[in-house]
T-cell receptor, first 112, second 113 residues
Framework: EAGVVQSPRYKIIEKKQPVAFWCNPI?????LYWYLQNLGQGPELLIR????????DSQLPKDRFSAERLKGVDSTLKIQPAELGDSAVYLC??????????FGPGTRLTVL | DQQVKQNSPSLSVQEGRISILNCDYT??????FLWYKKYPAEGPTFLIS?????DKNEDGRFTVFLNKSAKHLSLHIVPSQPGDSAVYFC????????????FGKGTSLLVTP
């Protein structure tokens, strides 16, 4: 069974540019999560989807971050415009009705 | 406010010995606890979990112990192997939050031959 797929794996952009990350969860997993991981820290939740509904986006900085999960499968996380402090690893995870979440490899974003 | 704390940033253990990784939490609503293992340039990999109705869960070389009164859990790895060298994250969740995970900062384990 394929795991959570994320792309791109690495992205380098200049500040004020837009950037988007894509996630394909494990087949059949109805819950999808986006996490942010800064260096030396644990992952922090940005947004959680149940099917296509964003049920917890309280930690998503909505002035510059947006996310969507069309048809309740793939998801895209966007930052516009990016700031220097957005440099981090962006992790996608999925689960089905249980607490065990399965993570993708992440996208390492560097903002110059 | 960090609700899950891993106070040891690193741990070094000899191959064959026991590794004990510790985790403390502050939120009494947490009812599910997990350990994840992370290699460089990879996402966290689920290792083992425990529900708050239990105080021990075992899976091969890995055992997690939960002490609810002390709000403390630990992961024991016996025997430790060089391939166990990684960063270990403790995470906690409660059913009211839809199982969103609250992570500690991680403990880097080095198992030496």
């Amino acid at each position: 069974e394929a795991g959570v797929v994320q792309s791109p794996r690495y992205k380098i952009i200049e500040k004020k540019q837009p950037v988007a990350f894509w996630c394909n969860p494990i087949s059949g997993h109805n819950t999808l999560y986006w996490y942010l991981q800064n260096l030396g820290q644990g992952p922090e939740l940005l947004i959680r989807y149940e099917n296509e509904e964003a049920v917890d986006d309280s930690q998503l900085p909505k002035d510059r971050f947006s996310a969507e999960r069309l048809k309740g499968v793939d998801s895209t996380l966007k930052i516009q415009p990016a700031e220097l402090g957005d440099s981090a690893v962006y992790l996608c995870a999925s689960s089905f009705g249980r607490a065990e979440q399965f993570f993708g490899p992440g996208t390492r974003l560097t903002v110059l | 406010d960090q609700q899950v704390k891993q106070n040891s940033p690193s741990l070094s253990v000899q191959e064959g010995r026991i590794s004990i990784l510790n985790c403390d939490y502050t939120n009494s609503m947490f009812d599910y606890f997990l350990w994840y293992k992370k290699y460089p340039a990879e996402g966290p990999t689920f290792l083992i979990s425990i529900s708050s109705i239990k105080d021990k869960n075992e899976d091969g070389r890995f055992t997690v112990f939960l002490n609810k009164s002390a709000k403390h859990l630990s992961l024991h790895i016996v025997p430790s192997q060089p391939g166990d060298s990684a960063v270990y994250f403790c995470a906690a969740s409660d059913s009211n939050s839809g199982y969103a995970l609250n992570f500690g900062k991680g403990t880097s384990l080095l198992v030496t031959p």
